[in-house]
């Protein structure tokens, strides 16, 4: 899964590497959680691409209430047109997620590492993700997203089953297309995003509370020794 991320970029790095027409309003944030506003990389039928925050969590069009759990953080690649939760956003509302690294926690024997996982050189990399808009009662809005996952590459296999769906530069034209809703070709799209060449260090505790977002979460650190078990 993936359940927390950072971005650090300025506006003016993340407007150039994603073709903006506008520069978005976004200061680095080291551990960003569900529930917290996330930027999400739309086109519109024009085809202009524009930055804005959503929700982590989606909530769908049907939901009674938003879930204030944030629930569904992720969404499983294996089933997008299948799940009632997603599959109207993978065919109609797709998204990008800037990032410049992503957490997991690896077990360590009845310890749980957190790891900071990134590209050289710290490189801004984009999630697949899908967004919705759900509306209360009187008509206000809320928008949310959901990040696309998927088996974890072998690299980081040893970290955690799961990872992110990374897509590359050239197809974010096809995953964003308003007018693309074949799910075909979407699954297809998907089925070609390949780990980009994450490297990952330990880091500290520090990421395991929310409340804690600043530039100490990234420092690396020795891991903890893994603990055999005794039985």
């Given at each position: 899964?993936?359940?927390r ?10 407007a ?13 944030r ?9 930027l ?7 085809g ?7 929700r ?7 939901s009674?209430?938003p ?14 047109s ?6 109207d ?13 992503f ?20 490189a801004?990399?984009?999630f697949?993700?899908l ?14 997203c ?9 690299g980081?296999r040893?970290l ?7 897509l ?6 096809e995953?964003?297309?308003?007018a ?5 070709a979407l ?16 880091v ?7 409340s804690?977002?600043?530039p100490a979460?990234?420092?690396?650190v020795?891991?903890?020794p893994?603990q055999?078990?005794?039985?």
């Open positions: 899964m993936c359940g991320f950072t971005l650090t970029s300025t506006p003016e790095e993340l150039r590497r994603f073709g903006l027409a506008a520069r978005p309003v976004h200061t680095a080291y551990n960003i959680a569900p529930g917290q506003p996330v999400a990389v739309r086109s519109d039928d024009a202009a691409r524009r930055a804005a925050p959503v982590w969590g989606l909530v769908p069009a049907w009674a209430a879930d204030p759990g944030a629930r569904w953080i992720n969404a499983r690649v294996e089933t997008l299948e799940k009632p939760a997603f599959r956003a993978f065919r109609a509302r797709r998204c990008l997620v800037p990032a410049d690294a957490y997991e926690w690896a077990d360590h024997g009845g310890f749980r590492q957190p790891y900071r996982i990134s590209l050289p050189g710290g801004l990399f984009a697949a993700g967004w919705e808009r759900w509306r209360d009662p009187q008509g206000a809005a809320l928008e949310s959901a990040i696309v996952t998927t088996d974890a590459s072998p980081l040893a955690h089953d799961r990872m992110p769906v990374v590359p530069d050239a197809d974010f034209a995953w964003l297309a308003p693309q809703q074949d799910v075909a699954h297809a799209l998907l089925g070609r995003a390949r780990d980009p060449g994450f490297l990952h260090h330990a500290s505790e520090r990421v395991n509370s929310v804690h977002d600043d979460c990234a420092v690396p020795a891991p903890a893994r055999e078990s005794l039985f």
